[in-house]
C-alpha cells in the first residue's frame, strides 16, 4: 500500500491528516520530534521519532519506508512567539525543511505536499487574498514559510519535485469522533483558550486588540475546519500523483469572523457565559485575513462540509469535553 511520510503527524492537523490518508486508502507514517505533538494522537499507522534538523535520520525513515510522497506539516506556528524567537522560526521551519525537501529528492521521493499560511500574506487592507496576490509577511512565522514555498519552487526548478503548497487561513475544529483533537501546550489559539476559559480551566480570555479598523474593533480572520482542510490534502496527493502541475492553494472559506464574533457563537453553542476582558494588541497580528480565492473548490474538487463557526465550534467543544490526551 502506499506509504506516505507525515512530517508533524502526532500535531493538531498531522493526527487529522493521518486519519484521513488512512481512509482514502494510504498508509502514513508519522515523522514528529514530539517537541510540541503528542504520541497519543498517532493512531492510525507507524510512527518514527526524529526531528527534521537530523538528515541522517530523515534518510534511515525515507530507506525504511520507500514513501510516495510526503505532507510536510511540522513546523512551529505560533505568531507571537516568532516576534520574540525568530532565529527559533527560521532554524526549525526553513533549516528543517531544507533538509526534508533534500532528503525527500535524494530517496527519489518527488510528490511534496506542503502546509503553508495566508501569514505569507501580511496585512493586505480592502484587498482580496488570493494565490497570486503580493506575499509581504509581517511576522517571522509567515516569513519562514514563505521562505520554504521559495525553496519548493526552486527544488521544483532544478530537481523535479511536485509539490503543492496549502496556505491555510485559521484552522479550527476537531474530529467528529475525538479520536484526534487540538491540544497544544502552552495552548495559544483562539477557540481552544476561550472554551478553556468557559470551562474554568483557565483566566479569562484576553482580546488582543479592540482598536483595529473593522466592523468591532476586533481582528477577522476566516476560519476553516480541520477535516475540510486534511480532505483538501488528499485530493492535493490525489492531483500529485495523478501527473498534474506544482500549484499553491488557499483554504479559506472567503467569510471572516472577528473574535468579538467567535466569542458570540461559542456562547451560544456552549450555552455557557465566556469569561474575557480587553488587551492590547499582539504583536505580528494582521487586521483581516480572509480568502479570496475558490481555486482548490474548482481545480481540486474541494468542497468544505464542516466549515461553518457553529460547526467547528460544536466539534471543538465535543473534543474538549470528551476526548483529551493522556499527558
Ligand atoms: N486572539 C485573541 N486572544 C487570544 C488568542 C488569539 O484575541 O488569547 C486573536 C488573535 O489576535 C487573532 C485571532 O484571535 O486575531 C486568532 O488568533 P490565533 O492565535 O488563534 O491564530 P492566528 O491568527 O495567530 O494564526
Not at 510528490?111 to 496585512?123: E, L, R
Not at 519535485?161 to 491540544?183: K, M, Q, S, T
Request: glycine share 10%; charged share 25%; aromatic share 10%.
Amino acid at each position: 500500500m502506499n506509504k506516505v511520510l507525515v512530517t508533524g503527524g502526532a500535531g493538531y492537523i498531522g493526527s487529522h491528516a493521518y486519519k484521513a490518508l488512512r481512509a482514502a486508502g494510504f498508509t502514513p507514517v508519522t515523522f514528529d520530534n514530539l517537541v510540541t505533538g503528542w504520541e497519543e494522537a498517532v493512531k492510525f499507522g507507524p510512527f518514527e521519532r526524529g526531528d527534521l534538523l537530523d538528515r541522517a535520520r530523515l534518510d534511515e525513515v525515507f530507506n525504511t519506508h520507500q514513501p510516495v510522497a510526503v505532507m510536510h506539516f511540522a513546523a512551529l506556528s505560533q505568531v507571537g512567539e516568532s516576534m520574540q524567537k525568530p532565529g527559533l522560526y527560521w532554524k526549525n521551519n526553513v533549516e528543517g525543511s531544507l533538509n526534508l525537501i533534500e532528503a525527500a529528492c535524494d530517496a527519489g521521493c518527488m510528490n511534496f505536499v506542503f502546509s503553508s499560511t495566508c501569514a505569507t500574506y501580511g496585512d493586505q487592507d480592502n484587498v482580496v487574498l488570493n494565490e497570486d496576490s503580493i506575499q509581504q509577511p509581517i511576522n517571522a512565522y509567515g516569513a519562514s514559510k514563505r521562505a520554504i514555498e521559495d525553496i519548493l519552487r526552486d527544488f521544483a526548478a532544478a530537481e523535479g519535485l511536485h509539490h503543492v503548497i496549502f496556505r491555510y487561513f485559521n484552522v479550527a475544529g476537531a474530529d467528529p469522533e475525538a479520536e484526534v483533537g487540538e491540544f497544544h501546550q502552552p495552548e495559544t489559539h483562539l477557540i481552544p483558550l476561550m472554551l478553556d476559559a468557559i470551562e474554568g480551566k483557565r483566566d479569562a480570555l484576553t482580546i488582543f486588540g479592540t482598536d483595529y479598523d473593522t466592523h468591532d474593533g476586533t481582528c477577522i480572520r476566516d476560519y476553516v475546519h480541520v477535516c475540510d482542510l486534511v480532505d483538501a490534502h488528499v485530493l492535493g496527493l490525489k492531483w500529485l500523483m495523478d501527473g498534474k502541475g506544482d500549484r499553491v492553494f488557499n483554504l479559506g472559506t472567503g467569510t471572516g469572523f472577528s473574535v468579538r464574533d467567535v466569542i458570540d457563537q461559542s456562547r451560544a453553542v456552549t450555552d455557557r457565559p465566556v469569561p474575557y476582558k480587553e488587551g492590547p494588541r499582539r504583536p505580528g497580528d494582521c487586521t483581516k485575513l480572509v480568502s479570496g480565492s475558490t481555486r482548490a473548490v474548482k481545480e481540486l474538487g474541494w468542497s468544505p462540509t464542516r466549515s461553518t463557526l457553529d460547526q467547528m465550534i460544536s466539534d471543538a467543544w465535543r473534543w474538549h469535553q470528551t476526548g483529551h490526551y493522556n499527558t
